[in-house]
Structure formats: C-alpha cells, structure tokens
C-alpha cells in the first residue's frame, strides 16, 4: 500500500466515494480489485466506458470481500422455521438460480462446480468467463477467516488508516499504531 | 370562584407535564446512564461512576472532535456576524421593494442542512467539483476539500454561513431601525460619511443584538450535526475524523460503539461546555452593556436553533 | 434622514442574492442532467432536460412519497400541538394570576437553553422500551410541547391582549376556558401563526433524532436524501434531483409566508 501510494500509483480515491465513482467515466482507474459483486458496479459506474476486463489474478491466490449473511435472531418467534428458510436458502441450488436471475455469487463450495457458473460470460466485461474466473479464485481461498462480532467495526478502522496512508496523512507505520489504538478503543 | 383559582393551573398543566417527560426526565436520566455500563443493545449494567467520564476524557476523539467544533465554529460564526452586518446596513436604507429583499436574503433559510450538506458535497468534491474547477481555472492548486483538515472546516463551515447569514442579518436589521434617526442626522453635520456613520453610530448601538447574534451562534454551532456527517458518504467525519464533531462523536458512541454509557458523559459534557460559553459570552455582553450606556431595544428573544 | 440608496447598494444586494439562490440553481442544474454529462467535468450552466427522470430514479430508490407524507404529518401534529399548548400555558403566565406563577415562569425561561441533543440517549431508552422506535409517534411524541413556544407567546399576549377585554368577558359570565377560547386565541392568532411556521420549519428539516429512531423504510424526507447519498453509488443527478425535490415545499411554503417569517424574526419569534 506505502509503496503503490509513494509511486504514484495509487489513485488516492476513497471508495464509494463522489469523485470515485465519477473516475470511472473520467479514466480514473487501471485497475481495482473485483469481488463478485463488484461487476455490477462497475457496470453501472461505468456505463457507455468501453475496455473494461476481468483477469484470473489475485495476490496469494485467493481472498474474499464483502458478501452476504442471513442471521437469525435468538429472540424470534420462529427461530427453527427461520433456520430452515435459511438454510434452504442458501442450498447450492438455490444459490445457483440467484447466481442465473441477478449475478450473486455463490458462497456453496459445491456451487462452485455448476455449468450454469463456470459457462457463464459478461458482455461488458469483454466477454470474459467470469464464472469460471470466480470460481478459481474462490477455490483458491486458503481459509475462511473469523468474522467476530466487531468484524465491521475493525474492518471500517482499517480502511480509514489505509486511507490515511493513501491521503498522506500518515506513514504505514503511524497509520497502523493507530488502527491499533482505534480497535483497542472499540473495547 | 373555583374557575378563576383552579383554571390556570388547567392552563399551564398539559405544558409542564409534558414537558416534565419529554424535557427534564430525560437530562436527569442522562446523568443516571452516565453513571453506569449501559449497552445500546444489552441495556443497564453496573454502576461504574465517573468512569465513562474518564474514558471519554482519555480518548483522544474527544479531544479532536471539541477541536473540531470550535474551529467550525468560529470559521461560521465570525463571517457570518460580519457579513450579516453588514448586509442589515444595506437593507437598512429606503429601498424599494424592501420585503422582497428581505425575503430573498431569507431564501437559504428554507432549505433544510441535510440538502444543504448535500448540495455543498458536490460542489466541494476533491476532483470533479465545481469549487475546484473555479480555482483551477484561476490558475491555482485544487484543494483536498475532503481531506486537509481546514479545508474540510472551510467547506462546512461555508454551509452554516450560507443558511443563516441572511436569517441573522435580519435580526440585526431589525435593531438597526431601531437606532434613532435623529443622531445620524447630528452625525451628518458633523460631516461623518455613510461608512463612517455605521461603524462609529449603527454598530456601536445595536451591539447588545450583536452579542445575542454570536450567543445564540454558538449555542448552534457547538450543535453541528448534518453538515459534517453528510460530508462524505461514510459519515466518520473523514479518515482521520478531520471534521467529526461533538454531537457526530456522541453518535458514534452511541449509536456505531453501542456504548450509551459513554455516550450520556459526552452528552452531559457538551451540555457543560455549551453552559460555559453561553455565560463568557453573556459577561462579555453585559461588560459591553455597562460600558456602551444604553440600547433602546433589547435583544430579540430566541430559543435554541438548528 | 432621507438615505436613498445607489446603485452601489443595489449592486451589492444583488450580488449577495445571487449567492443566496446560486446553491438551489446549481442542485436543480445538476438534477436535470443526465448521469453522463455529469461525469465529464462540469456540466453546461443551463438546464438539461433530465430532472423527471433522476426524481423518478430517486422515487425507485427511496420511499420519497412515504417520507413526504410522514415529514408533513410529523411536522404538522408537532407544530399545531406545540402552538396550541404554548398559547394556553402563555395566556395563563400573561393575564392571569396565580400561586407559583413566577417561579414557574422562571423555570420556563431556564430550560430555554438547554439543548435536544442532551435528552436523545434516555429518549432513545425509553422509545425502544415502548415499542416505538421506526413509528412516527418517536418523532412525535417528544416534541410535542417547547419552552420557548410559551414564552414567546406569554411575551405576545402580554401586549396584544388588552386586560380590557378579559374582564368585559369575565363580566359577562364567561368562564376562564370560554375566555381564552373567544378572546384569547383570536387576539393570539398572529404570533400563532408565526410560532406554526417556524416549528413546522424546524421539525420539517431535523436531522440527528430521526437519523437514530427511524428505519429506512419508513423515513422523513431529510433521511431519506440521506439513503440517496449513502449508496453503493453516489450518483450526483439523482442525489440533487432529491435535493430539489425535497426543497420545494419549503420554497413553496416560503413563497406564501415568507413575509410573515420575515416579520417573525424581525420580531423577535426566532426559533429554527
């Protein structure tokens, strides 16, 4: 991050930020990290930009951003029925007809596998294979890392220090004593 | 008899008990989560003291957001007062249609801080803004709007001024009519030109509505809310919080932390430091009362705004 | 003194006015251009012709008509309670006498000061415990009476209201309520009027206890032009397509009393 930021290479945009999604007209971007859902945005973002591709890369293989969760509330007045709604929900199949109607990614191991994915192309995109793009990165996951009950919390301190560092505001080394000290501060 | 003992307690009641629940139950009770752990989720823990006003006090956040506050408003309320003065002056002239003037320096009033916030966003983006178009255009650097920390100020502060500069030189106008006519005449033959006259005779005379002006400015502006938060769209108040202020970091407390506990001490907190520069600034007034005789008009009467 | 202005002073003004609208004209300017004019730097400086489009992608992704309808509800219920009961309470403190009525009035004009922001955490407590936190009534409820409101009545009444009055009706065997209700309020109906204004106005464009107590699925409009923002995308004609949008009843509420607010603050009757 120091090094992309001190050679210019960053574009020091903050995400989902005005000027950010205005770069995506204006040929802010070389390139961007690109969970599954982020094809959608960029789509819209860069709605009539010609040349935008997908590539089978990721540093160390694989990671993962973002996604969704279904949580049942241990309070609710139909907590099994809502389990099983849950579950049922995100079976491989189910995923794979959300994946056929809107372009949800599938979180199911053995989804990963469905022909309806890996033959799956994006027009806008080149006519990339995305499925099977995603597929080999999300294959390429070495572990699934605990999200505590803090997880967003620490996630958002951590993207203000990245931030931080991108706007000049700190070194790397400053900004990481203070995300630290900001995630010491949550309690 | 009954009637004229009992009715006007009647009439009063349905105010103080309302009020009683919705406005002073909720200060006493405050105080009491102070005092206590208390989670936004987990609710009423043991009592703990003073230590929320400990923590709160150590944090450094508090100390960088009462930081905040101030600049933004003194960056808001020294234009402003400035401005509105001399704008009354303007208006205090034999205009022609004067109330479409005066509604017209009114117009920003009407529209709420959250548009405003919005509004000004876009206008001070880092990159594509018209702010920055105009300066670079100029021949200038662009300014990180969202980024350096007084710029970030300048940019909310500009929000607040454009709201309320119009309302606030209303208020002055209105004591300025007040000022008797006579004296600029005395003045005139003494040869005092029109700028000399206000700054020697207008100022001077309404300058309890001034004082007024800044209090209630203040009482305001260590409030801000809408403005920083609508800023950007995370609403932390900036990467290094640059421009989260107070009332923001209360929320944060609150709301993003879930810890109501600390967030009731910065509550009593801001209320205190509110309290405090209410009364400098009333002994500054009254001081400029004592010195400067007498005001033919008292201040006009104004409850907490934004 | 006979001070005419010149053109110096009309230049001014004009120049400050400009200023004043610059904002509202730029919002609308960026709400009527399509997304990919905006993009490319800045846009023309007329109108484009894509402002019902944008509101109509703003009504898709916001409850916008839902959130008018419960700005104008909450706000008409908390200014019409707010002025009923401050004109009751402020007849009783102007024109009548009773045990307690300065120490109470003193209390009055002590909590003036005293700001909302510190009460939202044990309203927020005891919201949640009542269920009402995402209705209306959280918004309601606790606003629905203000110090300020009775003072600024009691002052009004106490000139505009002649003893006169009260007594000829006294004499004629009214009672005190039959009193207020003949003599009182009529003669309270201009300060009234301006009190309405500007609490309307007040609750109409606050922010920070709706942001806490409301879902999105049920906001005002000031929340829901916050839900515009704080998308995966900030698309700017939409965002300020909302933006004008949610000023115009203010602007048309101004157009038709902006004299009277105008007055009311020359006045004194300040509360925003």
């Known amino acids: 991050m120091t090094s992309l930021s001190e050679e210019g290479l960053s574009t020091n945009l903050v995400q989902w930020s005005e000027d950010w999604t205005a770069s995506f007209q204006n040929d802010g971007f070389a390139t961007m990290a690109c969970p599954g859902w982020m094809l959608g945005v960029i789509e819209g973002n860069a709605d009539g930009v010609e040349g935008w591709d997908i590539a089978n890369v990721f540093p160390g293989g694989g990671g993962n951003w973002g996604g969704s969760y279904l949580t049942v509330p241990a309070q609710g007045d139909n907590v099994e029925e809502a389990q099983e709604l849950a579950k049922w929900l995100t079976a491989p199949e189910q ?4 994946f056929e109607a809107k372009g949800t990614f599938p979180s199911q191991v053995d989804a990963l596998t469905d022909p309806a994915l890996t033959g799956s192309t994006n027009e806008f995109f080149n006519g990339a294979p995305t499925g099977q793009i995603l597929a080999d990165r999300a294959e390429a996951v070495p572990f699934i890392a605990h999200k505590g009950p803090k997880f967003a919390d620490i996630n958002t301190a951590f993207q203000q220090a990245i931030q931080r560092v991108d706007e000049g505001k700190e070194s790397a080394d400053e900004a990481w004593d203070s995300f630290l000290a900001d995630v010491e501060r949550l309690g | 008899m009954l009637d004229a003992k009992v009715s006007p307690y009647l009439f009063v009641s349905p105010f103080f008990v309302l009020f009683l629940v919705v406005g002073m139950f909720p200060l006493g009770y405050t105080a009491w989560v102070s005092v206590h752990q208390w989670g936004l989720l987990s609710g009423q823990g043991d009592f703990t003291g003073l230590e929320n006003y400990r923590r709160v006090l150590e944090d450094r956040y508090f100390w960088n957001a009462l930081r905040n506050t101030i600049s933004i408003f003194l960056l808001s309320s020294i234009p402003q007062v400035l401005i509105a003065l001399a704008l009354a002056g303007l208006l205090d002239t034999q205009l022609r249609a004067r109330t479409l003037w005066r509604m017209s320096v009114l117009l920003p009033f009407v529209v709420a801080p959250a548009a405003v916030a919005l509004i000004f966003g876009n206008v001070f983006g880092d990159r594509y803004g018209l702010a920055n178009e105009v300066i670079t ?104 919080r640059q421009y989260q202020t107070l009332t923001m970091y209360l929320w944060e407390l609150g709301w993003r932390v879930r810890d109501l506990g600390m967030a009731s001490a910065v509550a009593w907190l ?35 705004r934004r | 003194m006979n001070r005419r202005p010149g053109f110096f002073v009309y230049g001014l003004l004009t120049a400050f006015v400009l200023g004043s609208c610059a904002p509202l004209y730029w919002s609308f300017l960026v709400g009527s251009h399509s997304r990919e004019v905006l993009t490319k730097r800045v846009p023309p400086l007329l109108p484009g012709g894509h402002f019902w489009d944008n509101a109509q992608r703003a009504f898709d992704a916001v409850p916008f008509w839902k959130a008018l309808g419960n700005s104008l509800i909450v706000s008409g219920t908390v200014a019409t309670s707010v002025v009923f009961f401050s004109t009751l309470a402020g007849f009783a403190f102007a024109k009548l006498t009773f045990r307690g009525r300065t120490p109470m009035l003193v209390f009055v004009v002590a909590t003036l000061a005293v700001p909302t922001q510190l009460g939202v955490i044990p309203l927020f407590i005891v919201m949640a415990k009542l269920g009402w936190v995402g209705s209306l009534w959280a918004l309601i409820v606790p606003s629905l009476v203000t110090a300020f409101g009775v003072f600024f009545m ?88 909302g933006a004008t949008l949610s000023t115009i009843p203010l602007l048309v509420l101004f157009v038709l009393t902006g004299r009277q607010m105008v007055a009311g603050i020359m006045q004194g009757a300040v509360k925003g």
């Open chain 1, 95 to 98: 995923q794979i007809k959300a």
């Open chain 2, 137 to 240: 255009w100029i021949g200038l650097e662009p300014i990180r709007w969202h980024v350096d920390t007084l710029a970030s100020h300048v940019a909310i502060a500009s929000m607040v001024n454009w709201r309320w500069t119009g309302y606030n030189a209303l208020i002055l106008l209105a004591a300025m009519q007040a000022v008797p006519r006579d004296v600029y005449e005395s003045a005139a033959l003494d040869g005092a030109g029109r700028i000399r006259q206000f700054t020697s005779i207008t100022v001077p005379m309404i300058r309890p509505t001034v004082i007024f002006v800044i209090i209630t400015s203040t009482i305001g502006g260590l409030q801000i809310f809408a403005e920083p938060r609508l800023f950007d769209t995370q609403g932390l108040g900036g990467s290094d």
């Open chain 2, 270 to 304: 801001l209320f205190l430091i509110i309290v405090v520069f209410a009364l400098v600034s009333l002994l500054v007034s009254r001081r400029a009362g004592t010195l400067k005789g007498h005001h033919r008009r008292s201040a006009p009467l104004k409850g907490a």
């Open chain 3, 154 to 241: 009691r002052q009004y009444l106490l000139d505009a209201l002649p003893d006169e009055l009260i007594d000829a009706a006294r004499v004629d065997g009214c009672s005190l309520f039959r009193t207020f209700w003949t003599v009182a309020l009529p003669a309270a109906r201009p300060a009234a009027g301006i009190l309405w204004l500007f609490t309307f106005m007040a609750t109409w464009t606050d922010f920070f206890w709706p942001l806490i107590v409301l879902p999105a699925s049920n906001p005002t409009v000031q929340i829901a032009l916050q839900q515009l923002q704080s998308g995966y995308y900030v698309d700017y004609s939409l965002v300020l397509a």
